[in-house]
């Protein structure tokens, strides 16, 4: 956030991966809230036992509701990407996987 600050551009932001923000330790509100408004894209993994392996979501122990909530009440529009080159033999399958996973958590938040 300090080169974001910096520089001071509008024009600047971040590609926000709440894989690496949980390895890092980050409280998922406080860290979403800080780069509120510089998040122009989320990367979309789950981590397990603090390991940087990308998981299929719903598959670790990522607290997609503290992520996903914590976005939502920053104003950041849903978009997400899933990021799972840690199954290039079967991509459409984890793909599938990782969106239905995700689109079950989004509804149960848009209901709220």
Do not use: C, R
Not at 46 to 59: A, E, Q, R, S, Y
């Amino acid at each position: 956030m300090a080169v974001i600050e910096k520089i001071g551009s509008p024009q600047l932001g971040v590609n926000f991966d709440i894989g690496h923000s949980l390895l890092n330790h980050g409280p998922p509100a406080e860290t979403v809230q800080m780069l509120a408004g510089h998040i122009w894209n989320v990367h979309v993994v789950d981590i397990k036992d603090n390991t940087h392996f990308h998981l299929v979501p719903g598959k670790g122990d990522l607290p997609f509701n503290e992520y996903l909530d914590a976005l939502k009440a920053s104003g950041y529009p849903d978009f997400l990407t899933l990021e799972l080159y840690s199954y290039p033999e079967k991509p459409i399958e984890v793909g599938v996987q990782g969106l239905a996973y995700l689109s079950n958590v989004l509804d149960a938040l848009h209901e709220d």
